[in-house]
Structures are given as C-alpha cells and as structure tokens.
C-alpha cells in the first residue's frame, strides 16, 4: 500500500523553529519530485516548498524564503521541511505531495502535478 505520512507539527510561539518530515511506504522517494503545500482555515491551499527528482533543485513560497529549508535523506527516504522564524501566518495544516510522473528537474509548484498526498500535520504558531 502506498502511503505517505507528515509529522513533527505542533504549537510553537511566533519566532520558534519546527522541522517536519515527510515519509513514504510502499514505495521510494528517489528521483521523485515531493511538495510541501500548507492550507490555512479559510483559504486556499498553497505551495511552501519543493525538491525536484534529481539534481536537487528547490524552491519556495516567496513567504517562506530565507525561513524555511526542504532537503531530503535519501537513507531513510524521507524528506524534511525544516521551518524557522516561524510566524502566526505560517499556522496552517502542512501536506506532503509526492510526484510519481516522471522525473523532472524543475519541481512543480501546483497541486495538480503531485499524484500522492499525506494527510497533514496541523502547525500552530502563537503569538
């Protein structure tokens, strides 16, 4: 069964740090583009940050830029979405995408390019 899991959210003061991790079963991560995207109560949702399947192309939300870092250990296939500065802005729940179409070295910033979906880790941040 393919299966993808987020977790390391929780509640953090406004300027605090969290680092989420993004796990796959049934299948690797390697040379796969994955995505973290970030919904808020009553808004879309939104692209944060991606990887792409290979040569390790980033990018990011020109919100999170300078705060946030996407990396992944290809050891334990996991990626990891390492947030810091953290602001009552960021509060929302964060997903993992995994794109399982082909490589690409540019990663896609829309939802509908990523085919596997983790259910979200809720991230609170007060004030």
């Known amino acids: 069964q393919l299966q993808v899991v987020e977790s390391g959210g929780g509640v953090v003061q406004s300027g605090g740090s969290l680092r989420l991790s993004c796990a796959a079963s049934?299948?690797?991560?390697?040379?796969?583009?994955i995505g973290w995207f970030r919904q808020a109560p009553g808004k879309e949702r939104e692209g944060v940050s991606c990887?792409?399947?290979?040569?390790?192309?980033?990018n990011y939300a020109d919100s999170v830029k300078g705060r946030f870092t996407i990396s992944r250990d290809n050891n334990k296939n996991t990626v990891s979405l390492q947030m810091n500065r953290l602001t009552p802005e960021d509060t929302a729940v964060y997903y993992c995408?995994?794109?399982?179409?082909?490589?690409?070295?540019?990663?896609?910033?829309?939802?509908?390019?990523?085919?596997?979906w983790g259910q979200g880790t809720q991230v609170t941040v007060s004030s």
């Open positions: 990887i792409s399947s290979i040569g390790g192309r980033t």
């Open positions: 049934g299948f690797s991560l390697d040379f796969k583009a």
């Open positions: 995408a995994v794109r399982s179409r082909g490589v690409v070295i540019n990663c896609p910033d829309h939802s509908r390019d990523y085919d596997y």
